[in-house]
């Protein structure tokens, strides 16, 4: 079968719907008759006794029907999460400064949230730990620490030529979703519900929402059909607003709205980890590294949420270009009482990545040597290891034994430095940072290699269901969900292709626990590898059952059979896709089936952290030019060149704004995006107008995306590679970049210490060698 869809750059399926105000969100739905509105009650002290909860003056306004509180959970009032270590209601004690406590319903949610704010908790404080260094010291854990090694890193250390320390410390990161947190939970017959979520994760909702309501799985039914954006931000967060609406509703017996406004968004919901770094680093004087010890201290709020998998894929990607012969990693996950970090796009990889960037950037500086020099000399490769200690001897294994077979970095760069003319661009800032004695430039072009699969192995599995109704129109049911990354088209796109009809005859609907269930969360760049490839199967399985009708029809075999461009044609007849479907239902042929794939060869020791926890890598390499002004520290991203491995994209359209939104995203998380908590645990920047995105005037003049040509080495959907999460670490170029005009300003040839975001004042004390 000829493939005429996939590949197509067609546009996204509900692109129309939303530019014209027509798609539907959760706060879209019509509301039933009888419908409350829930607002959180929140705790204003970090840490503390929680003694009591005044509500009375709340329930005195009028229009306030109730308050639900930790004593009105049926089930379980600690949240089914995979640490069973985060309450549904603080109860005894509070632990951070934005935990919900209860709610207050009401007719109406501005009366709701009026009320909410006059309830008075009783809260006796006590001393609060708000940043990873001070919960390491006291060995304060959320969960256990992790230390990964191969070689002997502390030996090879003391023996090399050359050797670097150094510590800094990356800051968190607001989802910002233009559609925030909400849930509307609406009671049915025999204790049964159906919860309208925006998550990534409807299966965990169901299972949630029933632990919490002490139901078994099958009374809870839970669809999304659409999110205003994720990021990681929906995977497990959006559970706690569906648990807290439903317990609102048990209670009331009432359907109840849960929609969160922005400040209390902010206050919340959980946000990228941040990370603090100390290093130790030895290397020859070609830049090759010879030794690494490496410590993460990764801040994960109070309670686990997704903090483990998190800081195991820092830890695997921790390399990530580069081989890492003789390498110790430690990783600590700090408890602090802060909102408890969770899933951001990347998913900890960017915090690895990150860490052995700016090392190397440090490592070129020291001996004088342009950066991308020292990254080529550590890539991985096939070529013989420096000292032959590791197992194979070569240089294509990581720390973590997983093999790099599908190797493209050096070609992929050198391309990327060619069309990017990185090296007449060095020339040419040097001489102007000469000439320029205020503004001076930077240029780096840095590359990202990331696993694609789940770390946690269970999860890289999935379901779909494709009808095929008696008009020849298709209806594609799966497991993943729909946020605004093209999932839905990508996958119509391929039953479309697998089927040989138009792609318009294909129709994706709403995620939903009772048609797919055991769904994986949409994460991981893997919801179109996964849900793609089980909706291909499902499809598959109907083209096979008409192929067989048509044989018989025309006594031909099945490999005579082909299904293209609305056709069914064989070596005797062609007929129309509908006639065929039409015929086929006459003659009680099956005209539905379900698909289900599991991700192969994966596999990986939880407890060391070795093995194959990735299926493949996705490559790129972004080339970025910047500016900074020496004398206020503002900087400003002048050009890029991107350079992506997609492998056959399914929708070179989608991909590439994919990556383009990804880099711009990432390039907030390094310059402007600065969570700030004050010396009360309170977050500060909890508005747009404390906490700046970029915006359209952010965006450099030149942002070029090319597109890497080979397809996925492995049998993946297509030939295609995801693309959600690697284009976010492109974005480290820009934090190079920055670093590199810092060294230009500075020209004394030392390490450039600069905690990230890179905000004018740290850009100023970085000039300052502070």
């Not at 919801?527 to 096979?544: I, W």
Request: net charge negative; hydrophobic share 40%.
């Amino acid at each position: 079968m000829n493939a005429t869809v996939c590949g197509t750059a067609l546009p996204h399926e509900s692109a129309v719907a939303q530019v014209t105000g027509n798609a539907t969100y959760v706060d879209d739905l019509p509301t039933l008759q009888g419908t409350l509105h829930a607002a959180p009650i929140l705790s204003p002290v970090a840490h503390g006794r929680l003694r009591g909860v005044d509500a009375s003056a709340a329930l005195a306004l009028p229009g306030v029907r109730d308050v639900v509180l930790a004593a009105d959970i049926p089930g379980d009032p600690i949240l089914a999460a995979f640490a069973h270590d985060e309450p549904i209601f603080a109860s005894d004690t509070v632990q951070h400064v934005g935990q919900v406590i209860g709610l207050v319903v009401a007719d109406d949610v501005m009366t709701a949230r009026h009320a909410a704010r006059l309830v008075q908790p009783d809260i006796e404080p006590l001393p609060a730990v708000l940043c990873p260094r001070e919960a390491h010291a006291r060995q304060s854990y959320v969960l256990p620490p992790v230390h990964v090694q191969r070689g002997d890193a502390a030996g090879m250390l003391k023996q090399a030529p050359h050797t670097l320390s150094g510590s800094f410390e990356v800051g968190g990161q607001e989802h910002f979703y233009l559609e925030g947190q909400i849930a509307y939970a609406v009671p049915q017959e025999q204790r049964q519900w159906i919860i309208y979520s925006s998550t990534q994760h409807p299966g965990e909702v169901q299972h949630w929402v029933a632990h919490a309501l002490g139901l078994s799985n099958h009374h809870v039914r839970v669809e999304c059909r659409r999110m205003g954006g994720g990021f990681g931000g929906k995977e497990t967060q959006a559970g706690h607003l569906a648990v807290w609406a439903a317990l609102a509703a048990r209670k009331t017996g009432r359907p109840v709205k849960l929609r969160l406004d922005r400040d209390d968004d902010f206050l919340i919901t959980g946000k990228r980890h941040p990370f603090a770094y100390d290093y130790a680093v030895g290397f020859d004087s070609q830049g090759r590294l010879l030794a690494l010890d490496l410590t993460l201290l990764v801040n994960c709020g109070f309670s686990a949420d997704l903090s483990g998998p998190v800081a195991d894929r820092a830890v695997f990607h921790s390399d990530n270009a580069y081989f890492l012969e003789h390498v110790a990693i430690h990783s600590y996950r700090c408890k602090t009482h802060l909102q408890s970090f969770t899933a951001f796009r990347g998913f900890g990889g960017p915090q690895g990545v990150i860490a052995i960037e700016t090392i190397l950037g440090d490592v070129a500086r020291h001996l004088g040597l342009d950066p991308l020099t020292v990254r080529l000399r550590n890539l991985y490769s096939s070529a013989p290891a420096t000292l032959g200690l590791t197992p194979t001897g070569r240089r294509d294994t990581t720390h973590y034994q997983m093999p790099v077979e599908d190797n493209i970095l050096e070609p992929l760069i050198q391309r990327l430095a060619e069309t990017s003319r990185y090296p007449q661009r060095r020339q040419e800032i040097a001489a102007w940072n000469v000439d320029s004695p205020v503004i001076k430039r930077g240029l780096a072009l840095t590359p990202v290699k990331f696993g694609i699969s789940f770390t946690a192995t269970l999860f890289n599995q999935a379901g779909a269901l494709v009808h095929v109704y008696t008009d020849g129109s298709v209806m594609v049911n799966h497991g993943g969900t729909e946020m605004g990354q093209g999932l839905h088209t990508k996958v119509a796109q391929v039953v479309a292709d697998e089927l040989g009809v138009p792609f318009e005859r294909v129709m994706v609907t709403a995620s939903d626990t009772a048609r797919v269930p055991n769904a994986s969360a949409t994460a991981a760049s893997s919801g179109t590898d996964l849900n793609g490839r089980a909706a291909q199967f499902a499809a598959r399985n109907v083209r096979q059952n008409l192929a067989a009708f048509v044989c018989g029809l025309d006594g031909c075999g099945a490999g005579e059979v082909l299904f293209r461009g609305g056709q069914v044609i064989t070596p005797k007849a062609t007929r129309p896709f509908t006639e065929v479907v039409g015929m086929a239902y006459a003659n009680r042929i099956q005209l539905w089936s379900d698909g289900f794939y599991r991700t192969p060869k994966i596999h990986y020791d939880k407890t060391t952290l070795t093995g194959r926890p990735f299926y493949y890598f996705a490559y790129g390499a972004a080339c970025t030019e910047v500016a900074i002004d020496t004398l206020t520290g503002e900087t400003r991203v002048l050009a890029v060149d991107i350079l992506h491995d997609v492998g056959h994209s399914i929708n070179p359209a989608i991909d590439i704004g994919q990556i383009e939104g990804g880099f711009v995203q990432g390039m907030g998380w390094l310059t402007t995006e600065e969570l700030v908590w004050n010396a009360n645990g309170r977050l500060a920047t909890h508005a747009p107008s404390t906490y700046k995105i970029p915006a359209t005037g952010d965006v450099p003049a030149r942002l070029k995306v090319d597109l890497w040509p080979e397809p996925n080495r492995e049998d993946n959907v297509f030939g295609s590679k995801a693309v959600g999460e690697p284009p976010f670490m492109l974005a480290i170029s820009v934090w190079e970049a920055i670093r590199d005009a810092v060294a230009q300003a500075r020209g004394d040839g030392k390490p450039v210490r600069l905690d990230a975001p890179a905000t004018p004042e740290r850009v100023l004390r970085a000039l300052a060698g502070i």
